[in-house]
C-alpha cells in the first residue's frame, strides 16, 4: 500500500481533530441526545462591563451546575454567549441570531432598559422565550418576557423612606439620560412626595459623561437632605470619585438605586464609597446558609476569576436560569408556550437571594430586598424587607385576563 | 454671591480643560499641519500611564506628571519614525494613517487591559467657598493649564529650539539651507505634542477615570478648539478654549450637559462661519 501525502495529511488532521473534540464529544455522549440551547446576551465589553462580568459568571456557573447533575430531560444544556459590547445595534443582531439560527430554547439576556426594547419584539416575534435579570423601572407587560429582577415598588419604595427617616425630606436627583433613569427617577419623586418631601431638581447625564463639576455646583446650591442617584455604567463612576473630592460626603449624603448593581463599590477607594445606601435584592454579603454555599462552590469553580456580585444582577441571572429550568421540568418540555404555562403556576424557588417567586399576572417575581450600606467597599444590610411583590407592574398589568398585551407601562407621576 | 464664585471657578477650570487637552494638538497639528487622529489615545495612553504607575506604588506626581509626557513623548517618537515621517504633506493619507493608528490604540489597550473603567482619586481633598465646597484637584488643573502654556510660549519664543522649529515649520528648504535638518525637528517636534498629549492624560485621568476609549471623548473637542483657534497656535488655542469652555460650562449649569455639548458645537459653526480662517485668521494675526 502506498501512503500518498495527502492521506498522510488527512490521517494526521482527523486524528488532531478528534483529539481536540474529544472531550466536547465525550460530555454530550455522556448525556446523550442533542443539548437544549440557551443563549445569554450580555456586555462583556464597553462601558457596560462592570454589569455583564457578574451575569455572564452567574449564567455559565448556573449551566455548568446543571450539567454537572445530568442536564434537563435527559439532554445536556449548550450555553452559548454574545457580547453585545455595550452596543444596541449588536443586541438586535444577537437576538435575531439567537431566534433564528440557534434556535435557542430561551434568551437570558439585556442589562439596560434601553437594550431590553430593543430586543424584546424580536424575541417576541419570532416566538423566542426571553428572561430579563436585571434590576429596572418595572411596567414591562408581555407575556413572551419573564422580568426576574426587582423594580421601582421594591427598591425604590424601601430606599427612599430610609432616606427620609435618617437623613432628611428634601432630596436631588442625578439620574442617566435614557428609559431607566427617567423612569425611575419619576418613581423616586414619587415616594418622596409620599414621603412628605420634596425633589429640588432631577438632572439627567448621557452614559458617556465624565465631568460632573457643575453639577455638584448645582446640587450645593440646591442644598437637598440627600442625593438619589439612578447613574449607570462605568463613566458616571466618576460623579462619586468627584463628589468624594469636592469634600461633600459628609455634609450631603448619597443614595442610589444602582450603586454596588456592579463592581461601583470595588473601584472607588473606601473613603469615596463609604457611606453610600443601595436596595437591592441581593448583596454578595448577604448572610445565609443558601448563599454561603453557593459562593463557596462559585468561588471554589472561578477562582482568582471570580467576580464580585454586587448587587442584584449576576444573582438574579442565576435564579432566572434555575426558574427556566425548573418549569422546564414540570413541563417536561422545552416548548415556549408549555414552559410558560408552567411558570404561569407561579414556581417559587429557595435560593441564595432568599425564596423567589414567579408572579403570574404580570411575569415578574416576588422577593426579598435588602437596603445596604457601603463600608469599606462592602456591603452591610441595614434593613430587610421579605417577600415583596412586584405591586407597580401588577398596579397595571394583568397577563391572565390580557394574555397578548406587549407594552412597557410608564408611572404616571405629575410633577 | 457665593454661588457666582462657584460657577465662576467651575468655568475657569472647564477653559482649563480644554486648553490641557488641546495643547499637543496645537503643536501637532496647529503647528505641524499633522491631522492626528490618534491624538485621543495619546491622552488614553498617558491616562494608562498614570493609572498604571500609581497602582505600582510609585509616587501619585511623579505617576501623574512625569511617566506620562515621558512614556508617550517616547511612543510619539516611534510613531513619528515609523508612520508619520512617511506621510508630511498627505493629509488625507496621515488621516487615514492615524486613525488606523488610534483604532490600533484602542485595540491593543483593551486587550492588555480589559474594557473596563479605571481611575485614581484626585489627589487634595477640597476647600470651601461660603457654604461650598470645590474640589482642590480643579483648581490645580487651571494651575497646570497655564503652566503648560508659559512653557509651550516661554520654549517657542524664548530659546534656540523654539525658533528653530517655528522657522521649520514655516519654511522647511530654507531651514535646510541654513543647516537645521528638518526631519529631526519634525520628529522632535512631534514627540513633544505627544509629551503633551500625554501629560494631559494623566491630568485628567483622577478626574475622568481611564478607559481605552475614552480618547473619542476629547479629539472631537480639540480639534475644534485648535481649528477654532486658527492660525496662531498658542494664543488661538487659548482664546478658543476661553470661549467654546466658558459656553460649554455656562450652558451645562443653565441646562443640561447635552445641551452644553451642543451649544460649543454651535458656538464653534457659527464662529467658523464668521472666520472661516480661525480666530486668530482675523484676530491677533501676529501672536504666537
Not at chain 1, 473534540?21 to 465525550?26: N, T
Not at chain 1, 418622596?192 to 439627567?204: A, I, M, N, P, T
Request: charged share 15%; hydrophobic share 50%; proline share 4%.
Amino acid at each position: 500500500m502506498t501512503l500518498s501525502r495527502r492521506d498522510a495529511l488527512n490521517t494526521v488532521l482527523f486524528a488532531a481533530g478528534s483529539t481536540l473534540a474529544a472531550p466536547a464529544i465525550m460530555r454530550h455522549a455522556a448525556l446523550g441526545a442533542d443539548p437544549i440551547k440557551v443563549v445569554g446576551i450580555h456586555d462583556a465589553s464597553g462601558g457596560l462591563d462592570i454589569y455583564g462580568q457578574p451575569m455572564i459568571a452567574c449564567l455559565d456557573f448556573a449551566v455548568d451546575e446543571l450539567n454537572a447533575a445530568g442536564g434537563l430531560l435527559g439532554r445536556p444544556i449548550q450555553l452559548i454567549n454574545y457580547d453585545p459590547q455595550s452596543n444596541i445595534q449588536l443586541y438586535t443582531q444577537f437576538a435575531t441570531q439567537a431566534a433564528t439560527k440557534d434556535k435557542a430554547a430561551v434568551v437570558h439576556g439585556g442589562i439596560t432598559s434601553a437594550s431590553r426594547e430593543a430586543i424584546r419584539p424580536i424575541l417576541r416575534r419570532f416566538n423566542t422565550l426571553f428572561f430579563y435579570n436585571t434590576q429596572y423601572e418595572g411596567g414591562v407587560c408581555d407575556r413572551n418576557i419573564f422580568c426576574t429582577g426587582s423594580t421601582p415598588a421594591q427598591n425604590v419604595n424601601k430606599l427612599v423612606p430610609y432616606v427620609q427617616k435618617h437623613w432628611g425630606k428634601n432630596v436631588y436627583i442625578v439620574a442617566a439620560d435614557y428609559n431607566y433613569g427617567q423612569i425611575t427617577s419619576k418613581w423616586i419623586t414619587k415616594y418622596v412626595r409620599e414621603g412628605g418631601g420634596q425633589v429640588l431638581s432631577v438632572d439627567f447625564f448621557p452614559l458617556d459623561v465624565t465631568n460632573f463639576g457643575p453639577a455638584i455646583s448645582k446640587i450645593q446650591a440646591a442644598k437637598p437632605d440627600a442625593v438619589i442617584s439612578a447613574l449607570v455604567g462605568g463613566a458616571h463612576i466618576s460623579f462619586y470619585r468627584q463628589w468624594a473630592a469636592a469634600g461633600l460626603k459628609k455634609s450631603i449624603p448619597i443614595a442610589s438605586t444602582t450603586f454596588g448593581g456592579g463592581n461601583e463599590n470595588i473601584l472607588l477607594s473606601p473613603e469615596e464609597g463609604d457611606g453610600i445606601v443601595s436596595a437591592f435584592s441581593y448583596f454578595q454579603e448577604v448572610d445565609n446558609p443558601l448563599n454561603k454555599a453557593f459562593l463557596e462552590k462559585f468561588h471554589a469553580k472561578l477562582g482568582a476569576k471570580a467576580p464580585y456580585l454586587g448587587g442584584e444582577l449576576g444573582m438574579r441571572t442565576y435564579i432566572g436560569f434555575n426558574l427556566w429550568a425548573e418549569a422546564v421540568r414540570r413541563a417536561k418540555s422545552i416548548d415556549r408556550m408549555e414552559v410558560i404555562k408552567a411558570l404561569e403556576t407561579g414556581i417559587s424557588l429557595n435560593t441564595p437571594a432568599g425564596k423567589t417567586t414567579i408572579d403570574a399576572k404580570t411575569h415578574h417575581t416576588t422577593l426579598d430586598v435588602f437596603v445596604a450600606g457601603c463600608t469599606n467597599q462592602a456591603f452591610r444590610a441595614l434593613e430587610t424587607f421579605p417577600q415583596q411583590p412586584p405591586l407597580d407592574t401588577a398596579s397595571v398589568c394583568d397577563l391572565a385576563a390580557h394574555p397578548n398585551e406587549n407594552k412597557q407601562y410608564e408611572v404616571d407621576v405629575k410633577i | 454671591m457665593d454661588y457666582a464664585v462657584v460657577v465662576a471657578l467651575q468655568i475657569v477650570s472647564g477653559v482649563a480643560t480644554l486648553v490641557i487637552v488641546s495643547l499637543g494638538l496645537a503643536v501637532v497639528f496647529g503647528m505641524m499641519r499633522v491631522i492626528n487622529l490618534a491624538h485621543g489615545e495619546f491622552l488614553m495612553l498617558g491616562g494608562y500611564t498614570a493609572i498604571l504607575a500609581s497602582g505600582q506604588g510609585i509616587n501619585r506626581w511623579l505617576s501623574i506628571l512625569v511617566l506620562p509626557p515621558l512614556v508617550v513623548g517616547l511612543i510619539g517618537a516611534v510613531v513619528e519614525r515609523v508612520l508619520i515621517r512617511r506621510l508630511y504633506g498627505r493629509m488625507v493619507d496621515t488621516m487615514l494613517a492615524t486613525w488606523g493608528l488610534s483604532l490600533a490604540f484602542i485595540g491593543g489597550v483593551t486587550m492588555l487591559f480589559g474594557n473596563s473603567v479605571t481611575g485614581i482619586s484626585a489627589p487634595f481633598g477640597s476647600f470651601g467657598i461660603g457654604r461650598f465646597h470645590v474640589a482642590g484637584y480643579d483648581m490645580f488643573l487651571v494651575l497646570a493649564s497655564v503652566v503648560l502654556s508659559l512653557i509651550v510660549w516661554a520654549v517657542l519664543k524664548l530659546t534656540p529650539a523654539g525658533l528653530i522649529a517655528r522657522g521649520t515649520m514655516q519654511n522647511a528648504e530654507m531651514a535646510a539651507a541654513l543647516g537645521v535638518s528638518p526631519e529631526r525637528v519634525y520628529a522632535l517636534t512631534f514627540a513633544a505634542g505627544a509629551a503633551l498629549s500625554g501629560l494631559a492624560g494623566g491630568l485628567i485621568a483622577p478626574v475622568s477615570g481611564v478607559l481605552p476609549t475614552m480618547g473619542t471623548a476629547y479629539i472631537a473637542k480639540a480639534f475644534i478648539t485648535v481649528i477654532t483657534g486658527g492660525a496662531a497656535m498658542l494664543t488661538g488655542t487659548l482664546v478658543a478654549s476661553g470661549l467654546l469652555g466658558s459656553v460649554l460650562t455656562v450652558f451645562t449649569f443653565l441646562t443640561t450637559p447635552v445641551f452644553g455639548e451642543v451649544a460649543l458645537l454651535v458656538m464653534a459653526i457659527v464662529l467658523l462661519r464668521l472666520l472661516p480662517r480661525g480666530i486668530t485668521g482675523r484676530f491677533l494675526r501676529r501672536a504666537l
